[in-house]
């Protein structure tokens, strides 16, 4: 698994503690619990600038100018200046609409991209950075190796990306667009701008820094990973699947001590912090790790946030590594609402100095004007970079005619945030999940049930506001606002709103699966459910609802239907409901499947999801189903695919079933199922009225009740 320190270190390490012993202060003059090395003198000081996660909110592209303005002006802090470190820790671009803004080929995108391309304008952005380094994050391949590949390599006045891309535990050699781009592993970032490794090294004030990427071991699962091998196979979120991945990330970082590197930055998507907690007291020689993927705000008790965040914890998170000593872990929000910042000391053994760590200067900066214009008071250059502002005008300008098309109205506001598409039914899930169902009938009237990962809904569609002049008052949550210059009406559900929570666009597909196998998949869906976790295979679903039950046992196996090692018995009650939601078949109850276990349930779900299933018109080949649902080896799937470009031979896939009313998504795809739902039964101009199903607390919820949620409820 770990190693311990080569000799030279440990010996460093033990002349430095005897020293401190023979001269530390008291124990009352050090408010930090890291031991006597503590007293050791700061022999280097690296300011660290981190960001994650870009790939959320649709307000994202309003704030990256700030968001640079941070950047400039902590670049700019002259005792700072050359010893300052920008890393990003994956997720730096999501397919939806401001990747495929930058597509759009007009004189303004011209202007500013030079080649317009999808996903160019976020390459612009991390570039103008100065960032040093990315780990790979899972939507970073969501389009594909190929098209990922073509993101990072430079492509004639197209530049690629100024920096590499990292992931010790992903083996880029088996996959066809990767192999010819790795680069050695421990050399100069900047010599390995637009290429792939595990391992990269930066020079920061005269001090070599160690920098070693590490992506979720569930990569597979969650996105296009084409010909990548990913390790460790079969992860777990338990103490034997967090040695393993230990010990395939320190080999890497063993080999760039062993090159006399003292300073190491592990930078890691695991996409739930709770991993690289773990990590962190299983790794000798890391001093830092980024974190990524889990949007987790870790700040000060003096940090300002945006109104209605509140921060999961404090920043940093302090750990002791197997070799005694420190390791900080660090996280902010992502979708550039916030800059992470972490000015921190080292000694002369490379060893941190956790004592002199500053909260007003550590944390996270939200990039908001009052932040920004308080930097500028203290003279530093608050200017942003003009890359930046060119392609953020650009795109917004291409973004401003979407949210003008208006598919239906709202009164209320649609629930999409991470924190409960992942933990609990939201309006915004039904909906969803309702307009996928509706449309399916268009294909199949019989259609029974809709399933959807919570994972895949990306945003919320309205306004969460906070009352002016209040620090503590509850945010409201209220329908989509007006645009009068761009003929949005009050309540307007638009085709950006659709495409910003929706964003991957995911093509739909019919399968059966018997009652078992329903209820085999229902018991993955709230297997990872526990107390701070948000799993992306949360269920959000139509045609059907279900009682479960967190404090029983949950489902552990693979991907194979009815193959789980541990069958689960979290799911107390499932029923398919009609349109009115009157039971029309038990599934479950009190825990004990009923009735004729073979019976067939047609099913509508997404063609992520569906991935490993095979069909007449579909070959699964070795892909993984998406959110790893076990769908391996179902009895009768019959697979339908409603979207052309899912099939193998898409003139065998008809879309005369689209009615037509939405024209802006592709037939087939949940945007469209979406569009032409709320077209048809929410949009008055057609005869429909406003949607005004509010979200409701976990506690009242119908379709997907937590039985513990309400037993814990006060």
Same mark, same amino acid.
């Given at each position: 698994?770990?190693?311990?320190?080569?000799?030279?270190?440990?010996?460093?390490?033990?002349?430095?503690? /005897?020293?401190?012993?023979?001269?530390?202060?008291?124990?009352?003059?050090?408010?930090?619990?890291?031991?006597?090395?503590?007293?050791?003198?700061?022999?280097?000081?690296?300011?660290?600038?981190?960001?994650?996660?870009?790939?959320?909110?649709?307000?994202?592209?309003?704030?990256?100018?700030?968001?640079?303005?941070?950047?400039?002006?902590?670049?700019?802090?002259?005792?700072?200046?050359?010893?300052?470190?920008?890393?990003?820790?994956?997720?730096?671009?999501?397919?939806?609409?401001?990747?495929?803004?930058?597509?759009?080929?007009?004189?303004?995108?011209?202007?500013?991209?030079?080649?317009?391309?999808?996903?160019?304008?976020?390459?612009?952005?991390?570039?103008?950075?100065?960032?040093?380094?990315?780990?790979?994050?899972?939507?970073?391949?969501?389009?594909?190796?190929?098209?990922?590949?073509?993101?990072?390599?430079?492509?004639?006045?197209?530049?690629? /990306?100024?920096?590499?891309?990292?992931?010790?535990?992903?083996?880029?050699?088996?996959?066809?667009?990767?192999?010819?781009?790795?680069?050695?592993?421990?050399?100069?970032?900047?010599?390995?701008?637009?290429?792939?490794?595990?391992?990269?090294?930066?020079?920061?004030?005269?001090?070599?820094?160690?920098?070693?990427?590490?992506?979720?071991?569930?990569?597979?699962?969650?996105?296009?990973?084409?010909?990548?091998?990913?390790?460790?196979?079969?992860?777990?979120?338990?103490?034997?699947?967090?040695?393993?991945?230990?010990?395939?990330?320190?080999?890497?970082?063993?080999?760039?001590?062993?090159?006399?590197?003292?300073?190491?930055? $592990?930078?890691?998507?695991?996409?739930?912090?709770?991993?690289?907690?773990?990590?962190?007291?299983?790794?000798?020689?890391?001093?830092?790790?980024?974190?990524?993927?889990?949007?987790?705000?870790?700040?000060?008790?003096?940090?300002?946030?945006?109104?209605?965040?509140?921060?999961?914890?404090?920043?940093?998170?302090?750990?002791?590594?197997?070799?005694?000593?420190?390791?900080?872990?660090?996280?902010?929000?992502?979708?550039?609402?916030? $800059?992470?910042?972490?000015?921190?000391?080292?000694?002369?053994?490379?060893?941190?100095?956790?004592?002199?760590?500053?909260?007003?200067?550590?944390?996270?900066?939200?990039?908001?004007?009052?932040?920004?214009?308080?930097?500028?008071?203290?003279?530093?250059?608050?200017?942003?970079?003009?890359?930046?502002?060119?392609?953020?005008?650009?795109?917004?300008?291409?973004?401003?005619?979407?949210?003008?098309?208006?598919?239906?109205?709202?009164?209320?506001?649609?629930?999409?945030?991470?924190?409960?598409? *992942?933990?609990?039914?939201?309006?915004?899930?039904?909906?969803?999940?309702?307009?996928?169902?509706?449309?399916?009938?268009?294909?199949?009237?019989?259609?029974?049930?809709?399933?959807?990962?919570?994972?895949?809904?990306?945003?919320?569609?309205?306004?969460?506001?906070?009352?002016?002049?209040?620090?503590?008052?509850?945010?409201?949550? *209220?329908?989509?606002?007006?645009?009068?210059?761009?003929?949005?009406?009050?309540?307007?559900?638009?085709?950006?709103?659709?495409?910003?929570?929706?964003?991957?666009?995911?093509?739909?597909?019919?399968?059966?699966?018997?009652?078992?196998?329903?209820?085999?998949?229902?018991?993955?869906?709230?297997?990872?459910?526990?107390?701070?976790?948000?799993?992306?295979?949360?269920?959000?679903?139509?045609?059907?609802?279900?009682?479960?039950?967190?404090?029983?046992?949950?489902?552990?196996?693979?991907?194979?239907?009815?193959?789980?090692?541990?069958?689960?018995?979290?799911?107390?009650?499932?029923? $398919?409901?009609?349109?009115?939601?009157?039971?029309?078949?038990?599934?479950?109850?009190?825990?004990?499947?009923?009735?004729?276990?073979?019976?067939?349930?047609?099913?509508?779900?997404?063609?992520?999801?569906?991935?490993?299933?095979?069909?007449?018109?579909?070959?699964?080949?070795?892909?993984?189903?998406?959110?790893?649902?076990?769908?391996?080896?179902?009895?009768?799937?019959?697979?339908?695919?409603?979207?052309?470009?899912?099939?193998?031979?898409?003139?065998?896939?008809?879309?005369?079933?689209?009615?037509?009313?939405?024209?802006?998504?592709?037939?087939?795809?949940?945007?469209?199922? $979406?569009?032409?739902?709320?077209?048809?039964?929410?949009?008055?101009?057609?005869?429909?009225?406003?949607?005004?199903?509010?979200?409701?607390?976990?506690?009242?919820?119908?379709?997907?009740?937590?039985?513990?949620?309400? *037993?814990?409820?006060?």
């Amino acid at each position: 698994m770990t190693k311990t320190q080569p000799v030279w270190r440990r010996l460093a390490l033990l002349a430095l503690l /005897t020293a401190s012993i023979a001269g530390c202060s008291s124990s009352d003059d050090n408010d930090n619990d890291s031991g006597d090395m503590e007293s050791a003198a700061p022999a280097y000081r690296l300011q660290l600038l981190h960001f994650a996660d870009m790939d959320g909110s649709t307000a994202a592209l309003e704030y990256v100018s700030n968001f640079s303005r941070l950047i400039n002006a902590f670049e700019s802090d002259e005792e700072l200046a050359d010893n300052t470190l920008v890393l990003s820790s994956g997720d730096n671009f999501i397919p939806g609409p401001r990747f495929f803004a930058a597509g759009v080929d007009n004189a303004d995108t011209r202007a500013a991209l030079r080649v317009p391309g999808n996903g160019r304008g976020d390459i612009v952005f991390v570039n103008a950075f100065d960032t040093a380094a990315s780990v790979v994050g899972n939507h970073d391949l969501d389009q594909g190796t190929e098209a990922f590949a073509g993101l990072i390599v430079a492509d004639g006045d197209y530049p690629g /990306t100024a920096f590499p891309y990292l992931s010790t535990n992903l083996d880029f050699s088996t996959d066809a667009n990767l192999s010819g781009l790795i680069v050695a592993d421990g050399m100069s970032a900047s010599d390995g701008a637009g290429r792939v490794a595990g391992s990269a090294t930066v020079e920061v004030g005269g001090e070599t820094i160690g920098l070693v990427g590490a992506s979720t071991p569930a990569l597979a699962s969650l996105t296009s990973t084409g010909g990548i091998t990913v390790s460790p196979s079969g992860f777990t979120m338990d103490e034997a699947g967090y040695d393993a991945l230990a010990a395939e990330i320190q080999p890497a970082i063993d080999a760039l001590v062993d090159a006399g590197i003292d300073k190491i930055v $592990l930078m890691a998507h695991m996409q739930q912090i709770a991993i690289e907690q773990a990590l962190a007291t299983r790794l000798n020689d890391v001093d830092i790790i980024i974190a990524g993927g889990s949007n987790t705000l870790l700040a000060d008790g003096n940090d300002t946030l945006r109104d209605g965040d509140t921060a999961a914890d404090t920043y940093p998170l302090s750990f002791e590594g197997p070799d005694g000593t420190p390791t900080l872990v660090v996280n902010v929000d992502g979708d550039y609402k916030y $800059l992470g910042r972490l000015v921190v000391d080292f000694d002369e053994a490379g060893v941190l100095i956790t004592r002199t760590l500053d909260s007003s200067e550590n944390g996270a900066w939200a990039s908001t004007d009052a932040v920004v214009e308080m930097l500028a008071t203290r003279g530093l250059d608050t200017s942003a970079d003009e890359d930046v502002l060119a392609v953020q005008s650009a795109l917004q300008d291409v973004l401003a005619e979407q949210d003008g098309n208006v598919q239906g109205i709202t009164d209320v506001y649609l629930d999409g945030r991470r924190t409960q598409v *992942r933990t609990e039914e939201t309006n915004l899930g039904d909906l969803t999940a309702d307009a996928n169902l509706y449309y399916a009938r268009l294909v199949e009237p019989g259609v029974q049930v809709s399933l959807k990962n919570g994972g895949g809904i990306r945003d919320d569609i309205g306004q969460v506001v906070v009352p002016p002049g209040s620090n503590d008052a509850e945010p409201e949550f *209220r329908p989509p606002q007006a645009n009068e210059s761009i003929g949005k009406p009050a309540g307007g559900v638009s085709q950006f709103d659709i495409a910003g929570s929706l964003r991957f666009n995911n093509s739909l597909t019919l399968i059966t699966v018997t009652a078992a196998e329903l209820r085999d998949i229902m018991e993955h869906a709230v297997a990872a459910t526990t107390d701070g976790a948000t799993p992306g295979q949360f269920p959000q679903i139509g045609g059907m609802r279900i009682a479960f039950d967190a404090d029983e046992t949950a489902r552990v196996g693979d991907q194979t239907s009815l193959g789980a090692s541990t069958a689960g018995s979290r799911i107390r009650t499932l029923e $398919l409901i009609d349109d009115a939601g009157t039971a029309t078949d038990t599934i479950v109850a009190n825990g004990v499947l009923q009735g004729d276990a073979s019976r067939g349930i047609r099913m509508v779900l997404l063609a992520f999801t569906a991935a490993c299933v095979p069909g007449d018109n579909y070959d699964a080949g070795t892909q993984e189903c998406g959110d790893a649902y076990p769908l391996m080896n179902l009895a009768d799937p019959q697979r339908v695919d409603l979207d052309p470009a899912t099939a193998t031979d898409p003139s065998a896939v008809s879309t005369a079933y689209d009615p037509g009313l939405a024209s802006f998504a592709a037939s087939g795809t949940e945007q469209d199922a $979406l569009a032409e739902h709320l077209q048809a039964l929410y949009n008055p101009a057609n005869g429909g009225s406003a949607y005004a199903q509010a979200e409701t607390p976990a506690v009242e919820d119908t379709r997907i009740v937590n039985l513990k949620a309400q *037993r814990d409820a006060p």
